[in-house]
Each structure stands twice: as C-alpha cells, then as structure tokens.
C-alpha cells in the first residue's frame, strides 16, 4: 500500500469550476462594489460632516438713522442650505455710532449661555436676563458669569450705509 495517496497530490487544492466561478464573482463584485459605494456614502455623509464658512457684508442701513451713543438693536435671519438640510440662524446685534462716522457692532448673545440680552436704558447696559449678567455699552463684562465680553462685529460704511461682517460656519 505504499505509494498511495488520498486527497490532495502535492499539496495542491482542487477547486471545482462552479467553486471557483463563485469565488471570482465574489471578489470582483466587492470590489465593484467598494469602488461605486464608497463615494456613494461619501456624497451622502459629506454635507452632514463639511463645515462650510461663509463670510458676508450684511448691510444694516444707513448710518445716519442710528442716533449716537444709543444701542439700537438690529436683527436678521441667514439661510443655510447645505445638502439636503435647510436652516435659519436669528442674529441679533446693537449698533452704537460713537461719531458721525464710528460705530460699535455687539452681538447680544450673552457669552455665557447664549441667552439674548437686553440694552436698559436706566443703568446704561445690556441685561443678561438668565444669570443677571451685566454688560457695558461696548460689550464689557460687569457682573455675573460670563467668561468674556460680548462679541464684537467688524463693520464698514459704504457711501453712508452700514455693514456688517458676518463670519458663519
């Protein structure tokens, strides 16, 4: 009985054809299939995923109707679509001209926890009504929680009407 052998001959593996054409589909249809799904679910996660900065002039008016030294609040809506989601952020701002020609832009976001502030014109500054936080006229913390001052917004004037830069994303 020497000699003989059972199974496989020189340790090859004999695959029949309807094994192997099973194989071969196997692979190269998940290849395919990695190669077409792939950017597939890129397009689809991208938008959720990309923070898209926008930076825009939004123009508040012109400077002349705002008196000097008095916050006056100004408020706005931007329009986000990105992908299939819309969305719609409220701004609100005080605009102080400290001249004919400077102004101060404040965001009226308290910097603690968002809450919108109020201007009081009985003791000169912005009310926090959330945390009783205190805000000078430029956006100076004077009591309360807050971290910082308020935000402050870059402007320009443009053949007398105002602008704000808004940096979102």
């Known amino acids: 009985m020497a000699g003989s052998h059972h199974g496989s001959a020189g340790g090859y593996h004999h695959i029949s054809r309807r094994d192997f054409v099973k194989l071969t589909t196997a692979v190269l249809g998940s290849i395919m299939g990695a190669v077409i799904g792939i950017p597939v ?3 689809l996660i991208d938008p959720a995923l990309k923070q898209r900065e926008t930076d825009v002039w939004i123009p508040l008016g012109t400077l002349e109707k705002y ?3 008095k916050p006056t609040l100004f408020t ?3 329009t986000k679509v990105n992908g299939w989601e819309k969305t719609v952020t409220s701004y609100g701002v005080f605009i102080i001209p400290t001249s004919a020609q400077d102004v101060s832009v404040v965001s009226n976001q308290c910097t603690h926890l968002s809450c919108r502030v109020n201007w009081d014109e009985a003791t000169q ?3 926090c009504p959330c945390h009783d936080a205190t805000f000078g006229l430029t956006g100076e913390v004077l009591t309360g929680p807050p971290p910082r001052p308020l ?3 870059e402007t320009k004037v443009e053949d007398g009407e105002l602008f704000l ?3 979102e994303g």
């Open 151 to 153: 935000d402050m917004y």
């Open 67 to 69: 008196e000097i030294g």
């Open 125 to 127: 500054s912005y009310i």
């Open 165 to 167: 830069h808004l940096l």
């Open 41 to 43: 679910i890129g397009y």
């Open 76 to 78: 706005f809506t931007r």
